[in-house]
């Protein structure tokens, strides 16, 4: 599957922000559905790191530094994932990544990456 993000930009801290991710294509028959999705983030001279997960079915889930604050959601009719981004700080800088699973659970294994968004919030 190819995954195209956007909806990155610069932001004020306390804004907010809404990044999607388009999926298209198919591998091995697999339809949006069936994929977990998420994000990641790369801050500057950091390494890239986990922000939130939406499976197939069942629970959400978001790493700790950004719970409360960050919503992930899917529309899989239109194959498309989002990430909802409130209360923004500036440690929240980095190029944001869309991410398909290889399972419908997790993103334990990234099968497809998407080519990354700048979010830059300023202080």
């Known amino acids: 599957v190819q995954l195209q993000a956007s909806g990155g930009g610069l932001v004020q801290a306390g804004g907010s922000l809404r990044l999607s991710c388009a999926a298209s294509?198919?591998?091995?028959?697999?339809?949006?559905?069936?994929?977990?999705m998420g994000w990641f983030r790369q801050a500057p001279g950091k390494e890239r790191e986990f922000v939130a997960a939406?499976?197939?079915?069942?629970?959400?889930n978001y790493a700790d530094s950004v719970k409360g604050r960050f919503t992930i959601s899917r529309d899989n009719a239109k194959n498309t994932v989002y990430l909802q981004m409130n209360s923004l700080k500036p440690e929240d800088t980095a190029v944001y990544y869309c991410?398909?699973?290889?399972?419908?659970?997790?993103?334990?294994?990234?099968?497809?990456w998407g080519q990354g968004t700048q979010v830059t919030v300023s202080s």
């Open positions: 991410a398909a699973g290889s399972s419908r659970w997790n993103l334990e294994v990234v099968g497809s």
């Open positions: 939406i499976p197939w079915i069942g629970a959400t």
């Open positions: 294509g198919r591998t091995f028959g697999r339809t949006f559905s069936s994929y977990a």
